[in-house]
């Protein structure tokens, strides 16, 4: 699971896929082994000097011709991606999601403790990917990219492949009653821990993927040494979630 794809670029693989889909790239960077932990962080404060190099190390890695990111709002816009030029390119706006159907452009978004969801329309060789918190995830950011995959692309939901990442997981986080409000959920009495990428599997199946479409990383930013970045840890920089259709 753990690889560098190039010297000093550490990047897990969505390893199901990798098999499945050659001509896909999915997968999640990582803190990495290097003292100096690879961090992608180019929002907030304070902003990491290395981050705007490390996209484009991590870029030219993938062999992609762009790698496409938005300043993120745990909101629900998705941009699609259709005829973008080359290098690091930030979305015009600010969005949660992406998605294409051009070969050699990668989806990226930013996380540390909030699910990357990654979509996948193989018979259209389509792709979304989405950051989603539990805002995003409460306003319903999945089934909104699911329906953009089906309107842009023809893809009925019967047909797509859904994986949820590596993201904090049901026992460590622990949130507030407005959060399981939020979600739908019956509200526990006190703060109580909510398993985020459970609440996205259930939001998939109501749009109609197929139980066995959608896979769940097992692995927690939080607990179990994954060497991911996670901000209930205090850490404040950021790992990217990618995914594109190789070029
Ligand atoms: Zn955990």
Redesign the pocket.
Known sequence: MNEEIAPGVPLYRVTDWADRFPWLFAGITHAGADPDPFDLRLFGEPASQLAPGRWRDLLRASAFTAIVHARQVHETRIVVHDGVGKGVREAGGAADGHATADSGVLLAVTVADCVPVYLLAADARAVALLHAGWRGTAAGILPRGIALLGKKWGTDPGNLLVHLGPA??G??YEVGSEVFGALGLEVPPDPAPVDMRAALARQAKAAGVPSESITVSDV?T???GSNLFSHRAGRSERQVAVLGIRP
């Open positions: 904090i997981c026992e460590c927690c939080l607990c179990g």
